[in-house]
């Protein structure tokens, strides 16, 4: 498989290198985790000709003995070397019981510069706290990028390449097969199925797979739909069988907590705060959704939204659905002291969907920047000085944002 070099995510470990913390690489499956320990591995290697790397992946069979948390620590110890730079990598630690056991007790020990990857719940930021003792700082893998994926096929038709990477989405692994159906079927297979009928079904140990599959279907097919566990609820019950609120709740828990969707809260612009009530869903990778339901009848603008909130997470931001008055604004984007209102839309060709997108930025009084991200095929230009950025420009760009 080719491999390209993912320079953001590359450069986040580059200057965490010998901290304190211990790095979790984390992040939904098949988003190339495992590949970027290995690229970053290959840095060290190049920059630090004298360090000494104990690699382990926990995945291959020659190294199933370290699956139990003792005889897994006691080799790491066996491996140390002193007087050099010693670097731990683990690969896919979750699958070791108790793997927080045997990486604590190396930790404490300040010998080796520990970097982990796995795509468990376990692994969650939330988690890090109690698991492990010592400062943890974690980097999140997403699925190939739009500017990732012209760099993979070494594209610069940015226009058309858009159109495919809307198709064929960001899983890597997809790439390798010719045909779009082949690459669905990866996608619906190999990723997604595996990580709902087994990662989630067999860890939380769900009985009614039916349910769970009607409720991971709804979401799929409701993506930037505002909605809330309550109404979905309602939903499986008058269409499918009896459910408790409880139980909804939990599932849609552990699906957030695989990385296959992500839950948006609302944001109160005029009042600010944050509301308790409806919330969107959306997916890591648009393909899941095209690999699951079809191509047939797909609202393309709610593709277009979960593409820019994923690619608002990739660039560091805290996302929030804005809500003024009664009108609502795609996303309200912070970071530290930015704050970016963002409306996205298809095409902007007639006055009424121009008026639909604008009125509701002019509304906000503040003077933080408010952009439109369409398809509109063109340059930048401005509508009552707001910026019209066309989609694939945006993503290929951080001057806009």
């Known amino acids: 498989m080719k491999l390209i070099e993912r320079k953001d995510y590359l450069k986040t470990l580059i200057n965490v290198k010998n901290t304190p913390d211990i790095k979790v690489i984390t992040g939904v499956r ?68 108790h793997f927080e056991k045997a990486v604590n007790s190396i930790h404490a020990k300040e010998i080796y510069d520990i970097y982990v990857t796995g795509s468990n719940a376990f692994l969650l930021s939330s988690d890090l706290a109690t698991l492990f003792t010592g400062r943890t700082f974690t980097i999140e893998v997403f699925p190939f990028s739009f500017q990732e994926f012209l760099v993979y096929f070494d594209r610069d038709d940015t226009d058309q390449a858009f159109n495919d990477y809307l198709r064929i989405g960001g899983f890597a692994g997809s790439y390798l097969y010719h045909q779009i159906e082949q690459k669905y079927d990866y996608i619906q297979k190999d990723v997604y199925e595996t990580i709902v009928t087994r990662d989630i079904v067999q860890k939380y140990k769900i009985r009614n797979k039916g349910l769970f599959e009607n409720l991971t279907n709804y979401l799929i097919d409701n993506i930037s739909n505002l909605t809330s566990s309550r109404n ?126 604008v009125t509701p930025l002019l509304k906000i009084k503040d003077a933080y920047p408010k952009i439109i991200i369409a398809r509109t095929h063109q340059e930048m230009y401005t509508i009552q000085g707001i910026k019209v950025i066309d989609i694939a420009d945006w993503l290929t760009s951080n001057k806009y944002v």
């Open 30 to 97: 098949r988003s190339g985790k495992s590949k970027l320990l290995l690229s970053f591995m290959e840095w060290l290697k190049k920059q630090e000709q004298d360090s000494h790397i104990v690699y382990i992946n926990l995945q291959e069979t020659e190294n199933e003995q370290f699956l139990e948390y003792h005889c897994l620590h006691d080799y790491i110890l066996e491996q140390y070397v002193e007087g050099k730079n010693n670097y731990l990598f683990i690969d896919e630690v979750q699958l070791c019981t």
């Open 232 to 357: 979905i609820t309602n939903y499986l019950i008058s269409n499918y069988d009896k459910v408790s609120h409880n139980t909804i709740i939990n599932y849609i828990k552990y699906l957030c907590h695989a990385f296959v969707f992500y839950r948006v809260k609302r944001f109160d612009i005029k009042g600010k705060k944050y509301l308790a009530t409806e919330q969107k869903y959306y997916l890591v990778d648009h393909s899941i959704k095209y690999a699951t339901l079809g191509i047939k009848n797909q609202d393309l603008g709610r593709t277009l939204e979960n593409i820019v909130y994923i690619e608002l997470l990739r660039r560091g931001y805290e996302v929030y659905v804005g809500k003024l008055y009664k009108k609502e604004i795609d996303f309200v984007a912070l970071k530290r002291n930015e704050q970016i209102y963002i409306q996205v839309s298809t095409f902007l060709e007639d006055e009424n969907t121009i008026d639909r997108e």
